[in-house]
């Protein structure tokens, strides 16, 4: 896919940020313009987050244009955002590749170029991250400056607190730009809020301010008088904030779309000593107008016309797992008022926009606060309800204290519905949710359920809803099989796996007589199958990864040659790890394989690329066969 840069005179000669601060700033309205349009030109094209990107335009140019970048350090908190930041440092060119395999990163990468300077997929590291470059350069001793620039959704966080806290105890020079697009830009973040922001941030008021609190240090009642001043002073002409009580000398809101403004005042702010909150006032989706409308919709996009007002309609599909999962909160909902849902701020991502609406009372978005979600739902176990997390795989990684802690060591009656596990495909390493089961399945007390299919899945979330202790689901991202689905009172024997296919011995060359067990878990079952029919070997769903059907693994060793695992889960402490632990501990001789992934981070790709690429469809799995029998 070609973009003809004719169209875009002034951006066409950007290739660094270099290019850009080379330019008069008269210009860079100019530049801005093109660089929105070259944005929805490309994305519209290629598809991608969309609606973020549109709305940091001016702060993106504002920054590289006032920083000297990449000496000076920029961090994007999660990088839904850092469209404009890659166009503007040498990957313009190939924007058209982001979220494709072997194209760019759907985040910041450090791999991908210096300009990147932290990593990021999940959200609110971004102030933690800064604060220890600040202390590195402070140390470092060449002024180099650090940026930390972070959404207010990442904001609700509590580690971006905590960071928050410790930046102003240790009182380094930083600027976190808090970018917040919940706001509406009215009257009061207008001409005069940003000339005041220009006033505060400027040499005179910081030296001023400076200047007086030593005059007037050694004189106690005085200091406390003008330190009152300065804050009625303040409180007069901005906004009142917690942010000066946590030691950071606070702007703003300003216009976040004013991009000579915003130059202005973040020049001021360069070199303002001390943590520094520049707080900015934007709107998602900014220039396209059903994305202003529609930010939600239109976070992630497929292609699209942009001359259309709508977004393409997906072709007639399955039901997805997330939505499965929706439709059986409501159902249950309807017949027991003691569910109550929660999420860590990803109703949509997890199928619970159905439900919020129909059940409100019993339906808690917590924000990006996945410790305190898992915590408070131990918190209505104790009192007598019925909590469903809904988590997806990579973000149960961040409150695994709290699930051991705070859930399983008091064996609490916690449901934990566990989306996007196994390959997720095009965000990439942070998102794959290759980990957790070996990072649940050392927890005692805890049952876990992977479904093969959307019937199995629905089956597990009854039985783990009623289960008098802690229970995990865990299902892939993507659409069910087209299986017929069970009434809500419909349950399963804990620990029992079911067989699918009963192989027998051939002599065929291939297989050289041995029989081969197949125990597949989860929705690799499909992929297993097909394997399993080429190999004419047995194949079994082991449906639960703990308690393992050991009554069924015994009966298997004994009756097959060779016994193969396959899971969408890292091989190391995964659910073949399980039945390794356990056969070795009969000390019975044993053959067996494990199939999953391998020991290293996913790269991005379409769940179907990557599924080839680790080996783990049919083709893949029949090859790895084949190679351990010999």
Not at 13 to 32: D, G, M
Not at 109 to 121: A, I, K, T
Request: hydrophobic fraction near 40%.
């Amino acid at each position: 896919m070609t973009t003809n840069l004719a169209d875009y005179p002034l951006l066409a000669q950007i290739n660094t940020p270099k290019e850009l601060r080379n330019l008069p700033q008269q210009q860079l309205k100019r530049v801005s313009d093109e660089l929105r349009s070259f944005l929805l030109n490309s994305v519209s094209k290629s598809s991608g987050h969309f609606a973020s990107g549109l709305g940091t335009i001016e702060l993106t140019v504002a920054l590289h244009y006032v920083y000297n970048t990449p000496f000076d350090h920029l961090i994007w908190d999660v990088g839904h955002q850092a469209y404009p930041h890659k166009i503007l440092t040498g990957r313009r060119d190939q924007l058209h590749t982001i979220r494709q395999k072997d194209g760019l990163h759907p985040f910041p990468w450090r791999e991908e170029s210096e300009y990147d300077v932290l990593s990021v997929g999940h959200s609110s590291t971004s102030i933690s991250a800064a604060l220890g470059l600040a202390v590195a350069a402070e140390k470092e001793g060449k002024n180099r400056k650090t940026v930390a620039v972070i959404g207010d959704g990442a904001m609700t966080a509590g580690m971006a607190f905590e960071a928050l806290n410790h930046a102003g105890d240790i009182n380094k020079d930083m600027l976190v730009i808090l970018n917040d697009n919940e706001m509406s830009i009215s009257q009061n973040v207008g001409a005069l809020n940003n000339h005041l922001a220009k006033m505060l941030s400027g040499s005179f008021y910081a030296g001023l301010r400076e200047g007086s609190k030593k005059i007037l240090s050694n004189i106690p009642p005085i200091k406390q008088l003008a330190s009152r001043a300065e804050e009625h002073l303040k409180g007069m002409i901005v906004p009142s904030t917690f942010f000066e009580e946590l030691g950071f000398n606070y702007i703003g809101p300003i216009d976040g779309h004013d991009v000579n403004g915003l130059v202005d005042t973040i020049r001021n702010m360069r070199n303002l000593k001390g943590p520094q909150i520049l707080h900015i006032a934007t709107k998602k989706g900014k220039g396209y107008q059903a994305a202003e409308q529609d930010p939600i919709k239109y976070h992630a996009v497929p292609k699209f016309n942009p001359e259309d007002t709508h977004l393409p309609k997906a072709k007639p599909s399955l039901p997805s797992y997330s939505k499965i999962f929706g439709d059986w909160l409501c159902k249950t909902a309807e017949v027991d008022s003691k569910l109550v849902a929660v999420t860590p701020a990803m109703a949509e991502g997890s199928g619970m926009v159905e439900f919020s609406q129909r059940f409100p009372e019993q339906y808690f978005d917590v924000a990006i606060a996945e410790q305190h979600a898992i915590t408070f739902a131990a918190g209505l176990a104790i009192g007598g309800q019925k909590p469903v997390v809904a988590i997806y795989s990579t973000f149960l990684q961040r409150g695994y204290d709290q699930f051991i802690h705070d859930i399983a060591i008091q064996n609490l009656p916690v449901m934990f519905a566990v989306d996007r596990a196994g390959i997720v495909g095009a965000d990439g390493a942070t998102h794959q949710g290759v980990f957790d089961l070996s990072f649940l399945r050392c927890i005692p007390n805890t049952v876990i359920m992977a479904p093969s299919d959307e019937r199995e899945c629905q089956l597990m979330l009854n039985t783990g809803f009623r289960l008098n202790g802690p229970s995990v689901v865990r299902y892939p991202r993507g659409n069910g099989t087209g299986a017929t689905l069970p009434s809500v009172d419909e349950t399963i024997e804990i620990g029992k796996g079911v067989t699918i296919l009963n192989g027998t011995s051939t002599e065929g060359k291939e297989q050289k007589g041995r029989r081969i067990a197949i125990l597949s878990f989860g929705s690799m079952l499909v992929q297993a199958k097909k394997a399993a029919i080429e190999l004419n070997a047995t194949l079994v769903d082991m449906r639960f990864i703990k308690p393992l059907d050991e009554t069924l693994i015994d009966q298997l060793n004994a009756n097959h040659d060779c016994l193969v695992t396959i899971e969408d889960n890292a091989i190391a402490g995964g659910a073949g790890s399980g039945v390794n632990e356990y056969l070795l501990a009969q000390g019975k001789p044993v053959s067996i394989l494990n199939i999953g992934v391998a020991d290293h981070f996913v790269k991005h790709g379409t769940q179907e690329e990557v599924h080839h690429d680790l080996g783990l469809d049919a083709q893949g799995i029949v090859a790895k066969i084949l190679k351990f029998i010999g």
